[in-house]
């Protein structure tokens, strides 16, 4: 009730606040051939992801309301892309107890082959595990992407390689809402120093942030939503920062966590989200952004590696086994891709980093649930 009560406020809000967007909502509306102010289920001419939402109203929608992402200037784990990461690690499977513990499973992992593995565990006889639904919450038994090496976690050099992927599907306000999501080749967490040692905690391998903008069924943003460390936080489209028709969103250093920009006058790196965007640095350098590409369905992929539910980096240091009972994750392993995030994971299993929102919680296709990852393990 709060929610509806929540949402219907911030729309009638937004329809004095988001006159600047009006431009770009009626260029997208015109590049998908649709009156303004129509809803999104009148023209569908091509749907390759199946959620009634035309593919090129998808893209012209994610282009209208990018993010302009701000990274520190010393940002140690710059973006990149998923095929550009898989060039330099391996897949393997990680079977807690075993001995040996980890198993080689793809020297040359592709995007079109994340999903396609089987592994039996030696130590937990008739249990079979997917690279393409089995989730391992707590790390114990998952097929995850081996950590890149030193030169590769400051992201590609080459910022046409900083792909923004983009998920967007019908929500329940009526309307649509579009997921923003930047791919790091690695986390840098905390140093500490005790008892005469430089301690590291909470870097990983393979990092996926982002931020989701909701639209109303009229198709003017009323929220923006973004992940944080544990936690999504929701704002209100009228308090965020904007530049047109696009938020300003700064990435935490070294972990990624997104938050409302601030105007403090320290130097940052910008990076525009969008398809034409440019990259502009604090030694005044300005380069090309990369390409804005459409995830698809985890029901009806348009990007293959989507379907992927292992760990984007190697397993770490073991805290589920060396503090047993204390309920302590994991936090030096890899995470999850867009489809099986953690952030505001609810107890049910439900995604909510994925389908926040979304108009159908229970939506399947086949055997495939959109929201819910198909089985769970340690
Ligand atoms: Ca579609
Ligand atoms: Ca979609």
Known sequence: MDFLRKHFAASVAALAACVCCGIAMR?????????????????VARDADGDGIDDADEQALAEAFAPVVLHAADEPNLPTNVDAFLRHTRMEFFDAGCSPESFEIDPVPRSESLGAHRFTSKCLPGMEFRSDGTRAEFKQHSFFLTDVDGPH????????????????????????????????????????????RSLELGSHGGDWEGV????????????????????????????????GSHPIVSSGWGSHASEIAVDDGVSRLRHETWSSGRVAWPDR??????????LGEKTRPLAPFLTYSGLWGSVGFNFR???????????????WGPAYNETGMRADG?????CAGIADETKTVGAVRECFPDARTD
């Open 27 to 43: 260029a997208a509306q015109a590049r998908a051939g649709a009156p303004a102010g129509s809803s999104f289920a009148s023209s």
């Open 350 to 354: 439900f995604v909510t980093a994925w």
């Open 321 to 335: 086994r060396a503090l047993p009972g204390l309920g302590v994750p994991n936090v030096d392993s890899g995470y």
């Open 153 to 196: 976690r400051a992201g590609s050099e080459d910022t046409r390689e900083w792909t923004t992927y983009f998920h967007a599907y019908p929500n329940d306000i009526g309307g649509i809402t579009v997921q923003y999501w930047l791919f790091y080749p690695y986390n840098t967490g905390r140093s500490f120093s005790a008892l005469g």
């Open 285 to 294: 350098r300005n380069t090309a952004s990369g390409a804005l590409v459409n």
């Open 212 to 243: 989701h903008v909701v639209l109303d069924a009229m198709r003017r943003p009323v929220w923006l939503r973004l992940l944080g460390h544990r936690d999504i936080t929701e704002v209100a489209w009228e308090r965020a920062r904007r530049e």
